[in-house]
């Protein structure tokens, strides 16, 4: 279970960094990160790539096993913020579908990530830590629990819209619906033992 803890950490670093350099590419956050609807923001480019390239040392720190603790416990804080304090008040206010668990898709990917941070970071032992990673570290317990809401809620997507879904299942792939259900109540199942903590190694 240690080694596939440490591909686990290899591929969020991955992909953590990755978002980080089409960040800087593109000028502009991918869409997991923050809402959308963002152009208002004052220097947007400057602060994407400041951004993107604490992204891609975030990453690049995770992968490395450099001080990926704290890295970790700091962005999924970070990650955390911007789901509490812009996507939620962003789906009230900007959507007439907020009631419909599909419009809440991205900000429940942040969510993830924010939860994946906090799970690396629980992974490794805290020592010599100071107040602000002894006070971060209070939410390693409840990282599990933020990427499980998000496979749950993707679970019942899949029964929501199961006829939508249906189309991305590949042509020669019979019984599309079959499929679409299977693979939700295996996200559902997933997130209530990942909760319930059963059989969890």
Request: proline content about 4%; some cysteine; charged content about 15%.
């Amino acid at each position: 279970m240690k080694d596939l803890s440490n591909i686990g950490c290899i591929f969020y670093g991955t992909a953590m960094a990755g978002m980080g350099v089409v960040t800087i590419y593109y000028r502009d956050f991918p869409y997991m990160l923050i809402p959308p609807k963002h152009s208002w923001i004052r220097g947007l480019f400057i602060l994407a790539y400041i951004s993107g390239a604490l992204l891609v040392l975030a990453g690049a720190c995770i992968v490395f096993e450099k001080k990926t603790r704290t890295i970790s416990l700091l962005l999924g804080s970070v990650l955390l913020l911007i789901f509490c304090f812009y996507f939620i008040p962003y789906e009230f206010m900007t959507s007439s579908n907020y009631a419909q668990l599909g419009e809440w898709e991205n900000a429940e990917k942040e969510l993830a990530l924010s939860g994946g941070a906090f799970v690396i970071a629980g992974c490794f032992p805290g020592k010599n830590e100071n107040f602000l990673s002894r006070s971060l570290g209070k939410l390693i317990p409840f990282g599990a629990i933020f990427f499980s809401i998000t496979m749950i809620s993707f679970g019942f997507d899949h029964f929501l819209y199961a006829k939508e879904a249906a189309d991305y299942v590949p042509s020669w792939i019979p019984n599309h619906l079959f499929w679409i259900y299977f693979a939700g109540i295996a996200l559902i199942g997933s997130g209530i033992a990942i909760i319930l903590k059963i059989k969890p190694g």
